[in-house]
């Protein structure tokens, strides 16, 4: 493979990128922007070197436990649980939140072979049973996912005692998340009902 194509396969990893774009990536950096070039490979680099996880939460940190869970200010008898980190910046945004989170790794999706333990339920109910949180609030998506991977955290977190709610309606369905209006998730916060 040449260098060019090497390029391009690269692009095409990322999600929503087929060949034509790619091409009109790569095209563009080389031809008009080499500069642009450099900082992306740069950025790239060091992110992938320096960004791990939290291991509180789970959620992308350059330090082992991020920013979020070092602030002694939130309340820690919330704890609300996400599918990625771009939902929790969403969840962050709105402001009307003040608990800590758990991120998971995704959602469960039988048909693709994601199971409960590639997302990180063993971890969300080790920090779940910290003593301190006294309700957990489900926040995945409204996607038949989401719901089922809401269903099943409900489900195990009852059996450990710990009691769970549900973002409300109100976010429509089949939504992500990270898409949804910030009042709409506000709202969705402070109607949460129980599981
Ligand atoms: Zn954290």
Request: charged share 25%.
């Amino acid at each position: 493979m040449t260098a060019l194509e090497q390029l391009i396969e690269a692009l095409r990893r990322l999600p929503g990128v087929g060949q034509k774009s790619a091409q009109r990536m790569a095209y563009h950096l080389l031809q008009h922007d080499r500069a642009g070039a450099d900082t992306l490979a740069r950025a790239l680099q060091d992110a992938a070197r320096n960004i791990g996880h939290c291991e509180r939460c789970h959620t992308f940190s350059e330090a082992p436990v991020c920013p979020i869970c070092q602030d002694r200010h939130r309340d820690a008898r919330l704890l609300c649980v996400v599918e990625s980190p771009a939902d929790q910046a969403a969840m962050e945004r709105t402001a009307s939140y003040h608990g800590y989170y758990f991120v998971l790794q995704g959602r469960i999706s039988p048909l693709d072979g994601v199971s409960t333990r590639e997302i990180g339920v063993d971890q969300l109910l080790a920090r779940a049973v910290d003593g301190q949180v006294e309700e957990v609030i489900l926040a995945t998506s409204f996607t038949a996912e989401g719901e089922a991977t809401a269903h099943v955290l409900a489900e195990a977190l009852r059996a450990r005692g710990l009691r769970s709610t549900r973002l409300a309606r109100g976010v429509p369905v089949g939504s992500e998340l990270e898409y949804v209006d910030l009042g709409t998730i506000a709202h969705a916060l402070v109607d949460r009902r129980a599981t």
